[in-house]
């Protein structure tokens, strides 16, 4: 290893960590035990020193020490912490597996990967023959793939005597969890033991606001009145760090704008309660941020400076930041949810649940005693939070289906979810009447993208116009290209240059858009400085480059086996291009009621409004088919990422969303499987998840 980089001795020592007195007790307990539930306050140490202590203890003598994150920013930021703490190069040693980001080598023993990731391996080798131990981190958070994993990891290795044979050792699972939920989880996985790291946290007094309530459920004004609290923190507060937790990029980023605008005017000489406070470093923190950008979280501020993090959830438990005393909880988050008026996984701002608030409040408690400065009033909290957030797995649609009828769950989800996800994948042809996956499914499950895209990428492919879609798939799997500036000039400038990327396209269509946005770009000569001069944030088209390259990796691959379809057309380029899109997003088909209205055909009738930030939001007249890539609801439900098509092109695919009752699909969800077509369900399970509304980055 690397002697380079040592630990600053300011730095926050490990041994410091709560966790560190039970060092031995903790390894004694993982060598003695197949199962392990370990719980523990957030910040004391669990993710970061555990898999070191396994290290250390020689556990990677017959195989990796895996460790899974619900949030791919998670695996990313602690996995260059432990590098760092084990003094070794990110990627040997220690490293990291996000979608579309591989950052491991032949040398790395100590795996941080999202769930997600640790899925795919599973599915693809039920043995994990490389791993030693496997750690599910942050259990309570209750994402759809830890729970998955629980069920299978339970199902496969907690009888030893049905052990699956091949590995060298028995594999050791432990369960980590920041609640105390653990008797539950201990129970599902047959009374295992469960090792709790006493706390150690100082009181949080939470005060309530009075400016959002019931009524305001559905407004955004809460994100001025946490622009206001943290200023009047600032302002009348003493020394300390300030955590504000909103919801999501977009909304942080212009919180950052106006809270930098303000923040200008103080004068410190007079505004400021405590003196040595002399100046804000505003911080923003979501899912999808450049790493380097994420590092600067973890610094201690300047001195004399006042740290204020804007984050999303992540901040909640996932990710640890010392020396905040002050919380500023809006009282929401995005979640994803199954939307039943859309008939779709969508992702929401909805209020947080009690437990959840509790949570957010204690991150300001962690080495002292803190404040939380909840922005809505008490009538809120009675009437509009949960007690408990619902798990994943119960709210969301599944197409990992027939999983969850052969494999137990913590929590079962629902059978009419089961039941549209399979209905799903046979309006995309992946699965037949009798619920087999067939030849075009086989193909699907290699791409980790929404079933519907990738059915349009597949089309292309077929047509030989791959070209066309492979950017575009990867523009969609990306965060938002178009940057959103909060000063309302600003934004004028911004809106002015989206616009005329839309006319540069050609034609009315945002689809279009992204593929001549990401084709300008590449062939551009300085690309960074063209992403500024129209408002598209660069590092979202990196990411886009290289999630373009993978998608053609797996496409190539693919087109070299012998029965790859392929298929003729006559038409021009636009018509091409719309009709392979239509191949995918038949589902999501609208056609124009009345006015600017459009209803959806997808049975539900849903009324939609096209987006304004679409380029066809302008368009009258012609304008009476359309497609959408997804929809985002507020007040009202907008679609984005919308292009015209002609009747005749759906005509025949239309059908086949009425063709099959749900409930005739039933049969085949409780139809005895074999085992290998068990195996074939289980990758199905690879593809599952729309990247699109993946909450991996929120
Ligand atoms: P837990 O998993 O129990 O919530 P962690 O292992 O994530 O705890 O965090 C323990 C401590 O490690 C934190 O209090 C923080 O001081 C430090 N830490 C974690 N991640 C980072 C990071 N990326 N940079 C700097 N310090 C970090
Ligand atoms: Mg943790």
């Not at 302002?235 to 950052?256: K, N, P, W």
């Not at 930041?321 to 909880?329: A, R």
């Not at 636009?574 to 009709?579: D, I, K, N, Q, V």
């Not at 025949?652 to 039933?666: I, R, T």
Request: proline share 5%.
């Amino acid at each position: 290893m690397s002697k380079s980089t040592r630990l600053d001795p300011k730095e926050n020592d490990p041994k410091n960590l709560p966790i560190y007195q039970h060092k031995a007790k903790l390894v004694q307990a993982v060598k003695d035990s197949t199962f392990l539930v370990i719980t523990g306050e957030t910040g004391s140490g669990k993710t970061t020193q555990l898999p070191k202590y396994l290290h250390q203890a020689g556990f990677c003598k017959d195989g990796k020490i895996g460790i899974t994150q619900p949030r791919r920013v998670a695996a990313i930021t602690v996995a260059q912490r432990v590098a760092h703490e084990m003094q070794c190069t990110l990627g040997r040693e220690v490293g990291y597996q996000v979608r579309f980001d591989d950052c491991t080598s032949e040398s790395t023993e100590v795996k941080y990967m999202t769930d997600g990731c640790l899925l795919r391996e599973i599915l693809a080798d039920p043995i994990l023959p490389h791993y030693s131990v496997v750690i599910l981190d942050e259990v309570h958070e209750r994402s759809l793939n830890t729970d998955i994993l629980l069920g299978l990891l339970k199902k496969r290795f907690s009888n030893p005597a049905k052990a699956p044979k091949g590995r060298a050792s028995p594999l050791k699972v432990v369960v980590m969890s920041a609640t105390l939920e653990t008797d539950k989880l201990s129970a599902f996985l047959g009374d295992c033991p469960v090792f709790a790291i006493p706390g150690r946290m100082f009181p949080v007094t939470s005060t309530f606001g009075f400016a959002v309530g019931p009524k305001d459920f559905e407004s955004t004004g809460y994100m001025k009145e946490v622009v206001k609290v943290a200023l009047d923190v600032h302002t009348s507060e003493m020394a300390g760090d300030i955590l504000v937790f909103l919801t999501g990029q977009s909304e942080i980023e212009r919180a950052c704008d106006m809270l930098y605008e303000k923040a200008e005017s103080i004068d410190y000489r007079y505004d400021v309660l405590d003196q040595t406070v002399e100046g804000l470093l505003i911080l923003p923190l979501y899912g999808s941020m450049p790493t380097d950008q994420q590092r600067q979280i973890f610094q201690p501020p300047p001195p004399g400076i006042r740290k204020c993090v804007v984050a999303t959830n992540i901040a909640a438990t996932s990710l640890t930041i010392d020396g905040i005393k002050y919380i500023i909880d809006s009282g929401f988050v995005k979640q994803l949810n199954h939307n039943s008026r859309v008939g779709m996984d969508i992702l929401e701002v909805v209020p947080i649940s009690k437990s959840e608030a509790q949570q957010r409040a204690g991150r300001a408690g962690r080495t002292s005693a803190g404040k939380c400065f909840r922005i809505y009033n008490k009538e809120f909290w009675e009437k509009c939070m949960p007690e408990y957030t619902v798990p994943e797995i119960q709210r969301t649609s599944l197409t990992a289906v027939i999983l969850t009828l052969k494999f137990p769950y913590p929590d079962c989800p629902e059978e009419r979810f089961i039941l549209e996800a399979l209905k799903q994948l046979y309006q995309f042809d992946a699965i037949d009447r009798r619920g087999r996956v067939t030849r075009l499914g086989e193909l699907m499950v290699e791409f980790p993208l929404h079933p519907g895209l990738t059915r349009a990428l597949l089309k292309a492919a077929s047509l030989g116009c791959q070209d066309l879609l492979l950017p575009v798939a990867a523009m969609l799997s990306v965060e938002n290209i178009f940057i959103r500036p909060g000063h309302p000039e600003k934004q004028k400038e911004a809106d002015q240059q989206h616009k005329a990327l839309a006319a540069k396209s050609g034609s009315m269509n945002d689809f279009a858009t992204l593929l001549s946005v990401f084709q300008s770009c590449q062939s551009s000569d300085r690309p960074s400085a063209w992403c500024k001069d129209h408002w598209v944030h660069w590092r979202a088209l990196k990411s886009a480059f290289s999630v373009e390259t993978q998608l053609r990796d797996i496409l190539l691959r693919l087109q070299q086996k012998r029965d790859f379809p392929e298929e003729t057309f006559d038409g021009n380029k636009s018509e091409l291009f719309r009709r392979c899109l239509c191949s995918g997003y038949f589902t999501n088909v609208a056609r124009r009621s009345i006015g600017k209205v459009f209803c959806t055909m997808d049975g539900h009738g849903s009324m939609v409004h096209i987006h304004p930030a679409s380029s066809l939001f302008d368009q009258e007249g012609e304008l009476n088919w359309i497609i959408f890539h997804d929809v985002l609801v507020t007040s009202r439900m907008y679609v984005r990422t919308a292009c015209p098509i002609r009747y005749e092109w759906v005509k025949d695919l239309l059908p086949k969303l009425h063709e099959v009752d749900v409930y005739e699909l039933s049969s085949v969800a409780r139809e005895e499987v074999t085992e290998e077509e068990m195996k074939k369900w289980e990758s199905r399970e690879a593809a599952k998840r729309p990247a699109e509304v993946s909450t991996e980055d929120v």
